[in-house]
């Protein structure tokens, strides 16, 4: 069974500041797609990146952009010039085909403050 | 453009009553379909998905259970409810074949049970 690990339950940045949220998954398939989704107070999910694990260029996305190492089973999101509305709870999720129809499996998730 | 819609909002039901939540996606047809649990303080938990009308697969053996009767309606039911099927339940749709996999979600349904 595939496990997502979010590490850190809260983090807080700076407005304008820089924050890294840390992922890490266990695998053993080699074909998957991992993802951030964001979910603000409204508790509306939002996705805001995505990852194909056979794609070696880290995606990018704005002020939003992944650090992927499939080797390490790693896939941090880093949030540049930080502002109030990015203020959520961050989910990082993983999904392989065809397994459970596509289905994600997601962290506990980090919750991030932005402060003024 | 795709809307997935997600009614009631916010349900209060007693312990022992009967639920139905309601899911309808409009913009796309015979999409993959999720229902997921996310309980206080954690992540997302799926519970059932359906790759088309009245397939429906189970995630957690549980009291819920789920029905597609049409293509883009996913319902979300249960006989008696219990204290523990308190949460935030999510709705989500997947294009099939899905260039890039990624899954789109309800407003979703508060649901407390006292």
């Known amino acids: 069974a595939q496990t997502v690990t979010q590490s850190q339950p809260e983090m807080s940045v700076q407005e304008a500041e820089t924050v890294t949220l840390s992922c890490t998954y266990d695998t053993s398939e080699n074909n998957y797609y991992l993802f951030w989704y964001k979910q603000p107070p409204s508790r509306q999910m939002i996705l805001v990146i995505r990852q194909e694990a056979y794609k070696q260029q880290n995606a990018t996305e704005n002020r939003f952009s992944v650090n992927f190492q499939k080797a390490a089973k790693s896939f941090s999101l880093k949030i540049s010039d930080s502002q109030l509305g990015d203020t959520a709870m961050y989910f990082c999720a993983f999904s392989s085909f065809p397994n459970s129809g596509y289905a994600l499996n997601f962290g506990k998730g980090t919750s991030l403050l932005v402060t003024p | 453009s795709q809307t997935i819609h997600q009614w009631p909002a916010t349900l209060v039901q007693p312990v022992g009553s009967p639920l139905s939540l309601e899911c309808t996606v409009e913009g796309t047809s015979n999409p993959n379909l999720y229902w997921y649990r996310q309980a206080a303080g954690r992540g997302l938990q799926l519970l059932f998905y359906?790759?088309?009308?009245?397939?429906i697969s189970s995630e957690v053996p549980q009291n819920l259970s789920a029905s597609r009767p049409q293509d883009r309606q996913f319902i979300l039911s249960s006989k008696k409810l219990l204290l523990s099927d308190s949460g935030f339940y999510l709705c989500?749709?997947?294009?099939?074949?899905?260039?890039?996999?990624?899954?789109?979600f309800g407003p979703g349904t508060r649901l407390t049970v006292l």
């Open positions: 989500a749709w997947r294009v099939k074949p899905g260039l890039h996999n990624e899954q789109f």
């Open positions: 359906s790759v088309g009308i009245g397939q």
